[in-house]
């Protein structure tokens, strides 16, 4: 009978896509994903106006004209701070969720957006530049914990067949944001100089409705279960998310990962890299983060229009043809989205750095030749929309579904919390080095992007295994055999609560 039960629970964890599902799903990415997307992109229309109230404030108060290069300096920090406070939030993942919950760390984490977004609104006012600065980090804060959150919520309430998709909204919440800052940016909108301060305090607005809403979804029900051992609770929380009558195969296989974590707490973040067991998970998650940062994609959300006046583009066109690349993100991301269950995850993954890799080495190019070929300026601007497609296609959303697929409970917060803060580091350093680098090395700057999304897509292709509709343990024991570990040490880690192997060789 046990050796039969898995099997057949596994096949009745799948299920249909309900509406408190999909609900909770776009609502926890509308207040948190969609407000990351936004902060990347909505200093890039305004720099100017930045710039020039730095230069203003700081003649104001100390009576001394900057040089260009210093506000330069200083509007990057302005930009990169959002991806310091990202990486502090990060770090607070594994307390805050294990203590509070999934739901209920975004739900408390909310307040940061009030505080951030209400500094930004009134720096103008104050004559003061620090405000910006630290609204923005503040913001970071908050998107550092929600980016990791969110995924990780979706994840553990979304059944096997649904994970992809329902793990690849927030990537759409997160190019939609990206798009209404562009669109908001535009000279007939809020572009103006009067408006740049209403422009980034808007954050608020999706977090006011995430805040009067969220509240009355449950729980993670692995979570509620799993950590707080509240049975009732997972119950009600599984009928809310699931068609009533399909939720008994579920609690079993809780059940069962409860039984094999039982003798272990939450593993701390050196634990987890310490833990032989789950090496090339790490590694993973590492290459995975470290990639997505160094592709490139956030030198274009940064910067877009500079680097489209450098491809060319006349100067009067060139915010409309950022708002385009908005509209080319949201579509890209959404095709991920609709065929992440049917292609996989490996597939977006290589297919979408294959492509990144191409459009880099095509930038360059094309920004070498344009002096002779004046069609090259639209080479360009296509090889710039076909980096952004081809990261939200798959690099975009993939890593953090893959970072809760490839860990159990035990270890997902502290997984998070490396991806996390790996990610945001890298965010922060091709933040504030880009411009300087882009001095130094002109076109050329765009084979280093290139090299590196050559090489996370070979990765992928040689290490990360197909995670399509498997359960965590399933998943595990795809892993185990790239770990190296003895037959006896693996043993001795089930056991201890992490492989699986133990248990099918059993039967």
């Given at each position: 009978m046990e050796g039969e039960l898995l099997p057949r629970n596994d096949a009745n964890i799948c299920a249909h896509l309900t509406v408190s599902l999909l609900?909770?799903?776009?609502?926890?990415?509308f207040g948190s994903s969609l407000l990351f997307g936004y902060?990347?992109?909505?200093?890039?229309?305004?720099?100017?106006?930045?710039?020039?109230?730095?230069n203003e404030t700081i003649v104001e108060s100390y009576g001394w004209t900057p040089d260009?290069?210093?506000?330069?300096?200083?509007?990057?920090?302005?930009?990169?701070?959002?991806?310091?406070?990202g990486m502090m939030g990060a770090l607070l993942v594994g307390v805050l969720v294990t203590k509070y919950g999934r739901k209920g760390t975004l739900v408390r984490s909310t307040v940061l957006v009030f505080i951030g977004g209400t500094l930004m609104g009134f720096s103008r006012l104050c004559r003061m530049?620090?405000?910006?600065i630290v609204g923005r980090f503040i913001m970071g804060v908050y998107s550092g914990i929600s980016l990791s959150v969110v995924p990780m919520y979706l994840s553990e309430i979304a059944p096997k067949n649904l994970r992809g998709f329902l793990g690849l909204v927030p990537t759409i919440?997160?190019?939609?944001?990206?798009?209404?800052?562009?669109?908001?940016?535009?000279?007939?909108?809020?572009?103006?100089?009067?408006?740049?301060?209403?422009?980034?305090?808007?954050?608020?607005?999706?977090t006011m409705v995430q805040l009067m809403l969220l509240p009355w979804f449950p729980e993670s029900p692995r979570y509620l279960f799993i950590e707080k051992g509240n049975v009732d609770a997972t119950i009600k929380a599984l009928n809310c998310y699931r068609t009533k009558g399909n939720i008994q195969a579920e609690v079993e296989e809780m059940?069962?990962?409860?039984?094999?974590?039982?003798?272990?707490?939450?593993?701390?973040?050196?634990?987890?890299?310490?833990?032989?067991c789950v090496r090339w998970q790490v590694i993973t998650v590492v290459v995975a983060n470290i990639g997505m940062q160094l592709?490139?994609?956030?030198?274009?959300?940064?910067?877009?229009?500079?680097?489209?006046?450098?491809?060319?583009i006349p100067e009067p066109y060139v915010q409309y043809t950022t708002v385009g690349t908005g509209v080319v993100e949201i579509i890209f991301g959404t095709l991920g989205c609709f065929t992440i269950e049917r292609l996989g995850r490996r597939s977006l993954m290589i297919g979408g750095y294959l492509f990144m890799g191409l459009c880099c080495a095509g930038i360059t190019a094309s920004m070498l030749l344009q002096a002779q070929l004046s069609f090259m300026h639209y080479i360009s601007m296509g090889c710039i929309v076909g980096i952004i497609a081809g990261f939200c296609i798959g690099p975009a959303g993939v890593p953090f579904l893959i970072t809760a697929e490839l860990f159990k409970q035990s270890h997902r917060p502290a997984a998070y919390t490396v991806g996390g803060c790996l990610n945001w580091l890298f965010n922060f350093a091709i933040g504030f080095i880009f411009p300087f680098l882009e001095m130094a090395a002109g076109p050329y700057c765009y084979l280093i992007f290139c090299t590196i999304c050559l090489g996370v897509a070979v990765y992928t292709i040689?290490?990360?295994?197909?995670?399509?509709?498997?359960?965590?343990?399933e998943i595990s024991q795809m892993l185990a055999t790239k770990n190296t570990i003895l037959r006896e040490e693996l043993k001795l880690a089930v056991m201890n609560g992490y492989g699986t192997l133990g248990h099918h060789e059993e039967k």
């Open positions: 609900a909770v799903t776009f609502l926890a990415s902060n990347l992109a909505v200093v890039n229309s305004p720099a100017q106006y930045i710039k020039d109230f730095y260009e290069q210093f506000l330069t300096a200083l509007y990057s920090l302005t930009v990169s701070i959002f991806a310091i406070g530049p620090a405000m910006v919440h997160i190019c939609l944001g990206v798009f209404i800052a562009q669109a908001l940016g535009l000279p007939e909108l809020l572009g103006k100089e009067e408006y740049w301060p209403l422009l980034l305090s808007l954050v608020v607005c999706p059940e069962e990962e409860k039984c094999s974590l039982s003798s272990i707490q939450t593993v701390s973040v050196c634990g987890l890299l310490m833990d032989r592709s490139g994609i956030d030198v274009i959300w940064y910067y877009t229009n500079d680097i489209f006046k450098n491809a060319g040689v290490i990360l295994p197909e995670t399509k509709n498997k359960t965590f343990m």
